[in-house]
């Protein structure tokens, strides 16, 4: 049933320029050029056993002690305010140096021409508002995506979708990159769906978005910020 929920939204990728690379532990993996260089930005598609008031707040929860995102060592938030909330986040993965960046991520939530809340999550880099360069630490230039959580089942499961655009510093190659892509999404949707299962998240609904906006078609309104 979660495969033929995913397939729904994500039947016709390659007409917005995304080209399925790999699927692992239930999450599709797509890659898409960027125009202006040729960099690729990625994104997963995957079902999560929630309602998307549920998933909404576990994501929001950037310091959360269950479902931790993979190769997350050290996060700590800076500052919140009227646009959001700024948070510095450290990684370390096999093989490659450790790197860091400082993130604002911000609620960009919506209600669908057909009364749907669509719960969205940005992010983009804001390196400038955090600590400066580490020795020995890789700092990642740019980064900027979203969550986008939408109602499926009923209401009670949640179709998460993924983008990211990552400039990791150095130069990986593209099997490299898709292969790694790979790993790392299930990993994500793993920590997610683990963080889910936590009861604090199902204490109250976020509140209801007041902006009106007519739904984008699938994998279709992702767009460099």
Do not use: C
Not at 9 to 19: D, E, F, L, N, R
Not at 62 to 67: D, L
Not at 135 to 156: C, D, K, N
């Amino acid at each position: 049933m979660l495969l033929a929920l995913m397939l729904t939204v994500a039947s016709s990728p390659s007409a917005h320029g995304w080209q399925e690379v790999g699927r692992r532990d239930g999450v599709s993996v797509y890659f898409r050029e960027r125009e202006r260089d040729g960099n690729h930005e990625t994104l997963g598609v995957g079902v999560l056993a929630a309602p998307p008031w549920i998933v909404k707040p576990a994501l929001d929860d950037v310091q959360a002690k269950t479902g931790r995102m993979p190769s997350l060592i050290e996060d700590h938030v800076i500052r919140r305010d009227a646009r959001g909330v700024v948070v510095y986040n450290r990684t370390s993965a096999p093989v490659i140096a450790d790197r860091d960046y400082t993130l604002r991520m911000f609620d960009d939530s919506f209600v669908g021409n057909d009364g749907d809340v669509v719960y969205v999550i940005r992010f983009h880099t804001a390196n400038d508002e955090g600590p400066p360069p580490r020795s020995g630490v890789v700092r990642v230039p740019e980064i900027y995506g979203e969550w986008r959580l939408e109602s499926v089942a009923g209401g009670t499961m949640t179709r998460a979708s993924y983008f990211v655009y990552v400039d990791p510093g150095g130069s990986i190659p593209i099997t490299i990159a898709q292969w790694g892509a790979q790993q790392m999404f299930a990993g994500v949707f793993d920590a997610v769906r683990t963080r889910v299962k936590d009861p604090a998240y199902r204490a109250q609904e976020p509140t209801r978005p007041t902006r009106v906006v007519a739904r984008a078609a699938p994998l279709e309104g992702f767009a460099e910020r």
